[in-house]
C-alpha cells in the first residue's frame, strides 16, 4: 500500500536513491522506458544480482514500480514527474570548487 509522505521524507528518498553512482544509472536507463534486469544489466555492464539489489532499493525508495510478466518482472518509473525531474537534474551545471568532495562525516 503506498502512502503520502512528507517533502522532506520525499527528497531524502530520492537523495538515497541519487547517492549511488550505480541506481543513478539505472535511473537514467529507465528515462527511455521500462526495462527488465537483465536487459538493463547487459546494457549496463553490470551483474544481474547487482542491478536486482539496485532495483529493490530503488522499489523502497519509490522511486520504480514493478509489474510481474509471468516470470519475467518489468521495471518502470513511478511517476512521470520524476521523469521530468531526472532530466532536468541532468541539464543542471555544478560550481565545484576544488577542495574536498561532499560527503557526510
Known amino acids: ?3 503520502c509522505e512528507t517533502r522532506e521524507t520525499a527528497l531524502a528518498r530520492l537523495g538515497r536513491a541519487l547517492a549511488d553512482p550505480t541506481r543513478c544509472r539505472i535511473l537514467i536507463a ?4 521500462h526495462g527488465y534486469p537483465a536487459q538493463l544489466a547487459e546494457n549496463l555492464q553490470l551483474s544481474r544480482s547487482n542491478v536486482s539489489n539496485h532495483l529493490s532499493c530503488l522499489r523502497g525508495c519509490g522511486l520504480v514500480v514493478a509489474t510481474y510478466q509471468g516470470r519475467q518482472v518489468r521495471y518502470e ?3 512521470p514527474h520524476l521523469k521530468r525531474a531526472i532530466s532536468e537534474l541532468l541539464d543542471v551545471v555544478l560550481a565545484v570548487e576544488s577542495g574536498p568532495d561532499c560527503v557526510d562525516e
Open 30 to 33: 529507465l528515462l527511455d522506458g
Open 1 to 3: 500500500m503506498l502512502t
Open 77 to 79: 518509473l513511478a511517476d
